[in-house]
């Protein structure tokens, strides 16, 4: 471990200033890989979030006014200090999240990449004009910001995932209320450092850490903040949009999927087994676009449970930092004890195990929360395992007779993000895009790996129907405003004097 990049207990950042929050309870923050405490983070309180509100409510007013495309230089100059930093930024990424160093690498230049994009967006902003219905009267509608936002950020990916959020609501004139996971604040501690080198004023991002039920909560509860958008699980994002609905508030959920890659008879099988690999394993099947059931045609099922087993063999566990390993560690305890009960659900709903099952806790493993990657076959899509989110390396291989069957049981959970399909027809390809409904669905790729200038989100209980990522984040983090100018120096009114 690089010692220099630990920090003994973090501060949180309000109105430009590193302050210690008003609070004496701290949690440790663990390497997941190897157990060992990297930080120490507070658990802040309502009078932290008071603080920050009052913060970013007298920035917003100031930074509304700076024009846009100034506003976006300071994330062009986000982008080019993340560059310079992509590697020690995925050095402690890996040792807080422990995810394996290729993917924290990709992970950062995710962030880069929307900072540029977002920086872009400081020219477009693009409005609309309307030719009015009367003479002489010019209509236009314009994206006005919202004011001060709050976003809730996960730890699965900490620093993408908050530059999705805060990048398009700071290009856009408003200033941030961030809460990041209490699992990985590192990553936000070190992008706050970032946008204060940037020279972004101070107040239009506060980060608070702590702890949903109290720093969350008290965003939700205050009136100032006018959107929260979240990404995390699926009831801390009903219990957040059912507050935020009483409230009239904006609310902008991401909450996970039950992705599936299909793999029909005439895929190619190759391509399939490493998509599936990359989609199921990579980041220990901790993403909401992670390939968690391959609905896949009877006539190849044998060969590709035969292919997949071989290459799950070639799949190195172990700390993220060695660079030889393909498969990091699982977030803490809680998660890797979630898996293996769904293990042992799926074994008594009748799923045949092929490979896996178990938590690894011997020799190098001991230490950290490993969990072996897990193979099912011969799954019915109405078990648990085929239902529900498991957030670890477990996929279930479906079988299925036909193309409207693996639509119909892709479609058949409650959630709606990542769908992939492999097939070499293009008929089957245009149907499937069409009938699969998820928000994201690709052709002979698998379910992960979405690109930050397109909008990122799902369908039905993935989310309530906002995206992140694209110009689509900007509606999130905008309000339209409708403007009308009228010079013909009289009185004209809209619906009636239309004749003259
Ligand atoms: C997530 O899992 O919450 O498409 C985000 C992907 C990544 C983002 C994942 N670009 O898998």
């Given at each position: 471990?690089?010692?220099?990049?630990?920090?003994?207990k973090?501060v949180?950042?309000?109105n430009?200033e590193w302050?210690?929050?008003?609070?004496?309870?701290y949690?440790a923050v663990?390497?997941p890989a190897?157990?060992?405490?990297i930080?120490?983070?507070p658990?802040?309180?309502?009078a932290?979030?008071?603080?920050a509100v009052?913060g970013?409510?007298?920035?917003?007013?100031?930074w509304?006014?700076?024009?846009?495309?100034q506003?976006?230089?300071v994330?062009y100059?986000v982008?080019?200090?993340?560059?310079?930093?992509?590697?020690?930024l995925s050095q402690?990424l890996?040792?807080e999240?422990g995810?394996?160093?290729?993917?924290?690498?990709?992970?950062?230049?995710?962030?880069?990449?929307?900072a540029?994009?977002?920086?872009?967006?400081?020219?477009r902003?693009?409005?609309?004009?309307?030719?009015?219905e009367?003479k002489?009267?010019f209509?236009?509608s314009v994206?006005?910001p919202?004011?001060v936002?709050?976003?809730?950020?996960?730890?699965?990916?900490?620093?993408?995932?908050?530059t999705?959020?805060?990048f398009p609501?700071?290009?856009?004139?408003?200033?941030?209320v961030?809460?990041?996971?209490?699992e990985?604040?590192?990553?936000?501690?070190?992008?706050?450092?970032i946008?204060?080198e940037?020279g972004?004023?101070?107040g239009?991002?506060?980060?608070?850490f702590?702890?949903?039920?109290?720093?969350?909560?008290?965003m939700?509860d205050?009136?100032?903040?006018?959107?929260?958008?979240?990404?995390g699980s699926?009831?801390?994002g009903?219990?957040?949009?059912?507050k935020?609905?009483?409230k009239?508030?904006?609310?902008?959920l991401e909450?996970?999927?039950?992705?599936?890659?299909i793999?029909m008879?005439?895929?190619?099988?190759?391509?399939a087994?490493?998509g599936?690999?990359w989609?199921a394993f990579?980041?220990?099947?901790?993403?909401?676009?992670a390939?968690?059931r391959?609905?896949?045609?009877?006539?190849v099922k044998?060969?590709?449970?035969?292919?997949?087993l071989?290459?799950?063999?070639?799949l190195?566990?172990?700390?993220g930092?060695?660079e030889?390993?393909?498969?990091g560690?699982?977030?803490?305890k809680?998660?890797?004890?979630?898996?293996d009960?769904?293990?042992?659900?799926?074994q008594?709903?009748?799923?045949?195990?092929?490979a896996g099952g178990h938590?690894?806790n011997?020799g190098?493993?001991?230490e950290?929360n490993f969990?072996?990657?897990t193979?099912?076959?011969?799954?019915?899509?109405?078990m648990r395992?085929?239902q529900?989110?498991?957030?670890?390396?477990?996929?279930?291989l479906?079988?299925?007779?036909?193309l409207?069957?693996?639509?119909?049981?892709?479609?058949?959970?409650?959630?709606g993000?990542?769908?992939?399909?492999?097939?070499?027809?293009?008929?089957q390809?245009?149907?499937?895009q069409?009938?699969l409904?998820?928000?994201?669905v690709?052709v002979n790729?698998?379910t992960?790996?979405?690109e930050?200038?397109?909008?990122?989100?799902?369908?039905k209980?993935?989310?309530?129907g906002h995206?992140d990522?694209?110009?689509?984040?900007?509606?999130?983090f905008?309000?339209?405003?409708?403007?009308?100018?009228d010079?013909s120096?009289k009185?004209q009114?809209?619906?009636?004097d239309?004749?003259?």
């Amino acid at each position: 471990m690089v010692n220099t990049m630990v920090k003994e207990k973090l501060v949180n950042f309000i109105n430009g200033e590193w302050v210690t929050p008003e609070t004496s309870r701290y949690t440790a923050v663990m390497n997941p890989a190897t157990g060992e405490t990297i930080t120490e983070v507070p658990l802040s309180t309502k009078a932290d979030v008071e603080r920050a509100v009052e913060g970013a409510k007298a920035a917003q007013k100031t930074w509304a006014l700076v024009p846009a495309p100034q506003r976006a230089e300071v994330l062009y100059r986000v982008g080019m200090i993340m560059k310079e930093r992509k590697e020690s930024l995925s050095q402690m990424l890996t040792m807080e999240n422990g995810k394996v160093i290729e993917e924290a690498r990709g992970e950062v230049q995710e962030g880069i990449d929307m900072a540029f994009y977002m920086a872009g967006e400081g020219r477009r902003l693009f409005g609309q004009t309307t030719p009015s219905e009367l003479k002489n009267k010019f209509a236009m509608s314009v994206r006005a910001p919202v004011g001060v936002v709050g976003i809730i950020t996960p730890w699965n990916f900490p620093i993408a995932i908050a530059t999705w959020k805060s990048f398009p609501a700071i290009v856009a004139g408003n200033a941030v209320v961030w809460k990041p996971a209490t699992e990985t604040p590192m990553m936000a501690y070190e992008l706050a450092q970032i946008f204060e080198e940037a020279g972004l004023p101070k107040g239009v991002i506060n980060v608070v850490f702590g702890a949903g039920s109290e720093v969350g909560e008290a965003m939700i509860d205050h009136d100032t903040i006018r959107v929260i958008s979240f990404t995390g699980s699926n009831d801390t994002g009903r219990n957040i949009a059912g507050k935020c609905g009483q409230k009239l508030k904006k609310v902008s959920l991401e909450m996970g999927g039950k992705n599936a890659v299909i793999v029909m008879d005439d895929a190619d099988l190759k391509l399939a087994v490493d998509g599936i690999l990359w989609s199921a394993f990579g980041t220990s099947g901790q993403r909401c676009t992670a390939c968690s059931r391959v609905i896949v045609h009877e006539s190849v099922k044998g060969q590709l449970e035969e292919r997949l087993l071989a290459a799950m063999e070639t799949l190195t566990i172990g700390d993220g930092l060695d660079e030889s390993n393909k498969v990091g560690p699982i977030i803490n305890k809680a998660g890797l004890e979630k898996i293996d009960e769904y293990v042992k659900i799926g074994q008594e709903e009748g799923a045949k195990l092929l490979a896996g099952g178990h938590i690894l806790n011997d020799g190098k493993y001991a230490e950290g929360n490993f969990y072996a990657p897990t193979l099912f076959t011969d799954v019915r899509s109405d078990m648990r395992i085929a239902q529900e989110e498991i957030f670890g390396p477990v996929v279930s291989l479906v079988p299925v007779k036909s193309l409207e069957e693996a639509i119909e049981v892709n479609n058949s959970v409650t959630y709606g993000l990542s769908s992939s399909i492999f097939t070499q027809d293009v008929n089957q390809v245009f149907a499937a895009q069409r009938d699969l409904d998820t928000g994201i669905v690709y052709v002979n790729a698998g379910t992960i790996g979405a690109e930050i200038h397109l909008p990122f989100g799902g369908t039905k209980g993935t989310g309530n129907g906002h995206r992140d990522s694209g110009t689509a984040a900007l509606d999130v983090f905008t309000e339209w405003k409708s403007i009308y100018v009228d010079f013909s120096g009289k009185l004209q009114r809209a619906q009636i004097d239309t004749e003259e």
